[in-house]
């Protein structure tokens, strides 16, 4: 398959043009697959499954292959973060900005939540503190996955893109 390297379409997305900025000086290939997963990713505000993505943009565009490898070029150069359904499948999501989303994802539906902000700068903080830990006794290129599955009970409200709240434990 031949991946045409120019666009005539202006690129009006912020992440989409950062990112593309990225690739460039990193001396990647700007290709149109590249930028209709970029602004794929961009228009989601929870994560994606390879193979959802694959369908998302088209699978007449290209093979799953090539989901798969720009999917591991966008992680290295920090554009996406991967993280895990309970089922094991791997998810992806735009980065957006320094610090990592924290979600609760839906064991049944798949739906992911966002935790507050408040609780998120929480859990954000006990991890810092954690890998500080761990770089002081001489570990490098530190990191960390962090994702919660639940089963939102039946009786419970649903969740309109509300982020999950946990109690402030004393």
């Known amino acids: 398959m031949i991946s045409s390297t120019q666009t005539n ?8 043009d950062s990112s593309l900025q990225v690739l460039r000086q990193a001396g990647h290939r700007i290709t149109q697959v590249r930028i209709e997963l970029l602004k794929a990713l961009s228009r ?4 994606i499954s390879v193979e959802d993505l694959h369908e998302l943009i088209g699978t ?4 799953l292959v090539t989901v798969y490898r720009c999917m591991a070029t966008f992680e290295q150069h920090g554009l996406v973060t991967r993280s895990y359904r309970h089922s094991g499948t791997t998810i992806y999501e735009r980065k957006q900005g320094p610090h990592q989303i ?13 935790i507050g902000p408040e609780d998120s700068e929480r859990i954000r903080a006990a991890i810092d503190n954690v890998e500080r ?38």
């Not at 379409?9 to 989409?16: L, R």
């Not at 002081?136 to 509300?162: D, K, M």
Request: aromatic share 8%.
């Open 133 to 170: 830990i761990l770089r002081e006794n001489g570990y490098a290129e530190v990191s960390h996955v962090l994702e919660f599955f639940a089963v939102q009970a039946p009786s419970a409200p649903a969740r309109q893109n509300q982020p999950v709240q946990v109690p402030a434990t004393p």
């Open 9 to 16: 379409q202006p690129f009006v997305d912020n992440y989409v």
């Open 102 to 114: 924290y979600r609760v994802i839906d064991k049944v539906t798949h739906e992911a939540h966002s």
């Open 44 to 47: 989601r505000d929870a994560p």
């Open 60 to 63: 007449d565009r290209c093979d």
